[in-house]
């Protein structure tokens, strides 16, 4: 079965930079859209944006005032989230996810593989 995979976060003082990537076991990008997502203490799970690897759209959700950017590299066959400018309220779990058919959603039922999540955390 497909498992997305996160990898690249950790601890980063604000201001600073980050770069998450997301693969899938087993199996190329293909057609799949891919979404990311965070959940932060007490919060509700929140997507930041999707892209359509069927034609490579990306839509945000949430881009944080543009601090964060989707983009995926085909030859490498990496989804990644780049996040800049990072500040205190950024701290969460961050997720990427397969959806259950080739369009983008900002709903998490719209998912039907989760990865683990990479903690990122924002911190001086």
């Known amino acids: 079965q497909v498992q997305p995979v996160e990898s690249g976060g950790g601890l980063v003082q604000p201001g600073g930079s980050l770069r998450l990537s997301c693969v899938l076991s087993q199996s190329s990008l293909g057609f799949w859209a891919i979404g990311w997502f965070r959940q932060a203490p007490g919060k509700e799970r929140e997507a930041i944006g999707c892209i359509a690897n069927i034609d490579g759209n990306i839509f945000y959700e949430n881009s944080q005032g543009g601090r964060f950017t989707i983009a995926r590299d085909k030859a490498e066959n990496v989804v990644s989230l780049q996040m800049n400018d990072l500040k205190p309220e950024d701290t969460a779990v961050y997720y990427c996810?397969?959806?259950?058919?080739?369009?983008?959603?900002?709903?998490?039922?719209?998912?039907?593989?989760w990865g683990q999540g990479a903690q990122v955390t924002v911190s001086s």
């Open positions: 996810a397969k959806s259950k058919d080739y369009v983008c959603s900002f709903y998490t039922y719209d998912f039907d593989s």
